[in-house]
Each structure stands twice: as C-alpha cells, then as structure tokens.
C-alpha cells in the first residue's frame, strides 16, 4: 500500500499509510469530543480531512472562494532590537514590509516586551509609531499585548505571588492577590488602549489571555466591556493561552459563568457576551501524537466555536496550537495543510 509523509506533533517527518492516517482522524476527534463534550467531526469531514493529508504534494492552498482573513501577532520584521528576519529595520517599516510584500490582511504593532504594563511607560512611543505607520499604509493595523498578571506580582510587581502563596495552603490569600492583581491589569489595560485607539489604532489585539489563569482572563473581559461602552466602534480580539481555562483562582464567574475549566467554544460565548470582536481559540498540540490526530483535534474544537457565536472566529495556528507541530518556525506542507483544513473544514472566518 502506498504510505504518505505526515508529521508528528514536534514536527519529525514520518510516513504513514492511508488507514492509519485515518485511524489517527478518527481518535483526534472522538478525544476532542468527548473531553469538549461536542460533537465529533462528521464522516465528510473526516474523508475530506483523509484527502488533504494524502494529496501527494508538499505544498498544498484553498479553493477558489474558500479564502479567509489572516490575522497576526507580529509582522515580518519585528523591531530594531529583535529582527525577526535578520533585517535591522524600524517597526514602521517592518509593517510597510508586511503590507507590501507578504500582502498581509492585517498588520500588528507591538513592543518587544510584549505586556501591557511593560507598555504603560512608554505610551508615547507607542502612539508616535502608530501614527507614523497608518499614514503610510492602508491595510488595519492592530495593537497588541498580553495581559500578563504575572508581572504584577512580587518582586516585579506589588502584589504578593500566589504561586508561592499556595503551596504553603494560603488558598485564601492567594486568591485575594489574584483579584488585586487583576485590578492593577484592568486599569493598565484601559490605559494603554485607550491611548493606542485615540492615536488611531484599528482594533486592539488581547493575546495569550487566560495565561494566567481564571483572573488573568477576567481582568480582559472586564477591560473590554469598560471599551465597548467607551468606544463602541472599537474592534477587539481575544486570542486565548490554552483550549481549557486554568482555574487558577477557582471561584470567579462572569455573568453568572464560572470561567474555571472553561472549553473553547465556551470561553467563545463569553468573550461575545464581553463585546469581544474576534475570538482566537488556542488548542494545544500534543507533541507525541501525530499530525492527523492532531488537527481532527483541533477542527472539532474549532468547529463548535463557530457554532457557538455570531463574532468570527480565528483560530491561533502556529508553534505548537491549532493542529500545528510543535517547531519555531513549522514547516510549509503542515501550514498549507493546516490552513486549508480550516478554512474548508472548520469554516473559520480568519487564522
């Protein structure tokens, strides 16, 4: 029988033979489903899943009308101090590179300290470089930051950490410095983007939310009400840390949603109910399994995302989430088939 290259979860190329990709399909979405308690994918979507991953070509696109929107977290050149592509270029210019030759949708500003209380101290800058990059470009340009609550505890923040706090059995403590942290992050927050959405900014970008646990994705629900009541024009997009909430606080809800535990499309209810514009669920890969079982995976979750809100979802596809190997920079035949698959399969709005 014929045996086709497919990858494993850290990226090592392998060959598997038709019916074992299959098998490995069919695992990834019963697990998905049974853990998400959703419903698995449909046997259509499974063969057409079978179908990309047997297409003999290395790299593989869309069909004609299936196109969706990219949104990123970084261009092709980041900044002056971190080069991303070698290039010793401005972050303006980083984004005109973007724009004009990667033919990006959407373009992202953001400091190499990627944290919005890193950020608060050097607003300014922020603004000027914003500024300069909307006069010589067209496409949307976001900003974007981590909510980080980790930055607000000691010895870098003025809050007791609760990391320490618990294993000594201070439940009680631990929590209350996860709330004052939180609220130290909602004010920073509002801060930061409401100076980056004044100086023009096109929406705003709340990355790897819920890092930090129940709070840390609290301190964004609540900083993006605050926003959408302000600023109701004001696009936002959420892009989770993992596909289940860490409870690492345990007892905070959010309209009557106890956000602990929380599974994608789960969490995607709650960011629309929030007046969150885009949702990005992150599904971890897991590195000893294969590519196949990887993304029928990731797809299940994604798909019940779709089905569970009205905003457009963009899946997190990178190193290590939605299906992608765990590499740094993942190879090219797992990102066309990553993409493809959910744009044809998940029916996602953008990646």
């Known amino acids: 029988m014929n045996s086709y290259y497919v990858r494993m979860g850290d990226g090592y190329l392998d060959r598997m033979e038709a019916e074992e990709i299959r098998s490995e399909i069919e695992e990834g979405t019963a697990y998905a489903a049974e853990k998400g308690k959703i419903a698995p994918l449909s046997l259509d979507d499974q063969e057409r899943l079978l179908d990309i991953f047997t297409t003999p070509a290395k790299f593989i696109g869309v069909e004609r009308g299936s196109e969706i929107v990219l949104t990123t977290d970084g261009v092709v050149v980041t900044n002056e101090e971190e080069p991303s592509s070698g290039l010793p270029v401005s972050r303006s210019v980083g984004v005109q590179m973007w724009e004009r030759m990667v033919c ?15 950020v608060k101290a050097m607003i300014s800058t922020e603004q000027q470089v914003m500024q300069e990059i909307l006069i010589n470009t067209v496409l949307p340009v976001f900003y974007g930051a981590m909510p980080n609550l980790g930055l607000y505890t000691k010895p870098d923040g003025p809050v007791d950490n609760p990391a320490e706090l618990l294993p000594q059995g201070k439940i009680f403590e631990a929590r209350e410095c996860q709330e004052q942290a939180m609220e130290y992050a909602i004010k920073d927050m509002i801060y930061v983007t409401k100076h980056l959405y004044e100086a023009g900014a096109d929406a705003i970008n709340f990355d790897t939310t819920g890092a930090s646990g129940d709070a840390d994705f609290l301190a964004v629900l609540k900083t993006t009400e605050y926003l959408k009541e302000k600023y109701p024009d004001i696009g936002i997009m959420i892009g989770m840390a993992g596909e289940t909430l860490l409870g690492m606080h345990g007892e905070l809800y959010y309209k009557g949603e106890r956000l602990a535990g929380l599974q994608p499309h789960q969490q995607a209810r709650v960011v629309e109910s929030a007046g969150g514009t885009i949702f990005g669920p992150a599904i971890n890969t897991k590195t000893n399994r294969s590519m196949p079982w990887n993304l029928a995976r990731a797809l299940t979750y994604t798909k019940a995302c779709v089905g569970a809100v009205d905003i457009p979802v963009h899946t ?8 992608m ?7 090219l035949d797992a990102v066309s088939r990553v993409s493809k698959s ?7 709005d953008g990646l």
């Open 316 to 323: 997190n596809v990178g190193m290590g989430v939605g299906g």
């Open 104 to 118: 990006a949708d959407t373009a992202e500003l953001g400091h190499s300290d990627y944290s919005y209380k890193a």
């Open 342 to 348: 959910m744009a044809e399969i998940g029916k996602l």
């Open 325 to 331: 190997p765990m590499q740094e920079i993942p190879a």
